[in-house]
């Protein structure tokens, strides 16, 4: 199961040192729920090398506007803390092995 992430604890995430994919979302999207298991099979395949979370637009005002998050899902890649990357609703699973492979030599 991919990480909750939120508002409250966003920063900490993004300054553990390693990569980071967020899934923005929320449950009554429909294309989002088509990505919710994708993004929890990554989670498992990528544990230790990235850290993978989904962050609940309805529920995360001040992280969804700074990022300026407007359709979903939204899917971000930070490196270093800054974006680097960004996949804008939904996408088969070689999309997203595709980007975090990238981000990964990118580390």
């Given at each position: 199961?991919?990480?909750?992430v939120?508002d409250s604890?966003?920063?900490?995430?993004?300054?553990?040192g390693?990569?980071?994919?967020?899934?923005?979302w929320a449950?009554?999207?429909?294309p989002?729920r088509?990505?919710?298991?994708i993004?929890?099979?990554?989670?498992k395949?990528?544990?230790?090398?990235?850290?993978i979370g989904?962050?609940?637009?309805?529920?995360?005002?001040?992280?969804?506007?700074?990022?300026?998050v407007r359709?979903?899902p939204?899917i971000?890649f930070?490196?270093d803390?800054k974006v680097?990357?960004?996949?804008?609703g939904?996408?088969g699973?070689?999309?997203?092995?595709?980007?975090?492979?990238a981000?990964?030599k990118?580390?």
């Amino acid at each position: 199961m991919a990480l909750e992430v939120t508002d409250s604890n966003f920063e900490e995430l993004l300054n553990s040192g390693k990569p980071m994919v967020v899934d923005f979302w929320a449950e009554w999207c429909g294309p989002c729920r088509m990505v919710g298991p994708i993004i929890d099979e990554l989670d498992k395949e990528y544990t230790g090398r990235v850290t993978i979370g989904k962050m609940d637009v309805d529920s995360n005002d001040e992280v969804v506007a700074k990022f300026g998050v407007r359709n979903i899902p939204t899917i971000l890649f930070f490196k270093d803390g800054k974006v680097v990357d960004k996949l804008v609703g939904a996408a088969g699973k070689s999309a997203f092995v595709d980007k975090i492979d990238a981000l990964l030599k990118l580390y």
